[in-house]
């Protein structure tokens, strides 16, 4: 019964992978609309390397005895396994690797929290660091001030000054990529908080530039108006907080405030990404919606790094809390839950 399951499981994951090499033909042709895959699955994405999906669920089944469960079948973690592994394989394959980023919040430290020293996260980014390849840091964290990046990242950059005081690491290429592609710093020694603020115009994809200063307010506007139309029609205790590229809410402050339940925030959510979609400045300006429990696809948070630093995409693996989606939640003070409309 094993070797059946195992045979049968293995044929699909070769016709997927197929599906998935076809569609990358296609996307090389720019025909890539009319794929196999595309019509099976219209949402379907841009792929940067093939997948090696049945090499890797041939790794995964010896680790994992897929194939030799009688009663539960393979399950969501199961597959993110597999296509975790598909991506390496491929990586490995088609290398060498030049660019790593992670997601900050669930992925390099706990939710809301920072990266220590203590954190064994550290070694293993020095050691990539040490290698040559460059380090990058995609979070949801809109900041405009480096101290605040300092505050959650000091444990790595002090790591990082002190191997360079004692001639461990030479010349390491460290980015943050803030506020969902609105604010970029690299690691620098010599710099306040050891991070140096780069300016917009020097890393910005050209499609950004598109985005005009009056289309992004209009944009937070309508969001803005949704979101209070939300507070209105559901009685929340909430309060809208407007940032320079991001809107949204958190609870009321107070001895009788209440946290918003995961339905009251994905309603939220919705609907006033459903209200920007169809405004005419929701067509012209790319943006997410989402809140500390919802998962969201970031394949444009890091286009900025491949292209800033002309490294090919299939150069560059990301790591999230649920590659290739991540979860973000905006730090705001302890025990708030924040629903933003962030422009990217």
């Not at 010349?171 to 050891?194: K, M, R």
Request: proline share 5%; aromatic share 8%; net charge negative.
């Amino acid at each position: 019964m094993a070797s059946t399951a195992h045979r049968r499981y293995a044929e699909i994951l070769h016709d997927v992978e197929d599906l998935i090499n076809d569609h990358i033909n296609h996307q090389r042709n720019k025909t890539h609309e009319r794929s196999k895959l595309k019509l099976l699955v219209p949402s379907v994405g841009v792929f940067f390397t093939p997948l090696f999906l049945e090499r890797a669920f041939e790794y995964q089944d010896q680790r994992r005895k897929i194939s030799s469960r009688r009663f539960v079948p393979p399950s969501f973690n199961d597959i993110r396994l597999i296509l975790n592994s598909a991506q390496v394989i491929s990586l490995v394959r088609n290398g060498p690797l030049q660019l790593v980023t992670f997601d900050g919040d669930v992925t390099l430290y706990e939710d809301g929290q920072s990266l220590t020293a203590d954190n064994p996260v550290i070694s293993r980014i020095l050691n990539l660091l040490s290698q040559g390849l460059k380090i990058g840091i995609v979070t949801a964290a809109g900041y405009t001030e480096s101290s605040k990046y300092y505050d959650r990242l000091f444990g790595l950059l002090d790591a990082m000054k002190s191997a360079i005081v004692d001639q461990t690491l030479t010349n390491p290429n460290l980015i943050i990529l803030g506020g969902e592609s609105n604010y970029l710093f690299t690691f620098d020694q010599d710099a306040d908080h050891l991070l140096k603020y780069i300016p917009r115009a020097e890393w910005l994809l050209e499609e950004m530039r598109l985005w005009t200063d009056e289309d992004i307010i209009a944009l937070l506007d309508v969001a803005e108006k949704a979101l209070r139309e939300c507070i209105d029609t559901m009685a929340l205790s909430a309060q809208i907080v407007r940032k320079d590229r991001a809107v949204g809410i958190i609870p009321m402050t107070g001895l009788d405030s209440e946290k918003f339940t995961r339905e009251q925030l994905e309603e939220t959510v919705l609907l006033t990404q459903q209200i920007i979609h169809m405004s005419p400045v929701g067509k012209r300006v790319p943006f997410c919606a989402f809140n500390g429990e919802l998962l969201l696809v970031w394949t444009l948070f890091i286009s900025p790094f491949s292209n800033a630093l002309h490294i090919p995409k299939r150069k560059h693996i990301s790591f999230g809390e649920c590659s290739p989606v991540i979860r973000a939640k905006t730090p705001l003070p302890a025990n708030h839950t924040f629903a933003p409309i962030l422009v990217i």
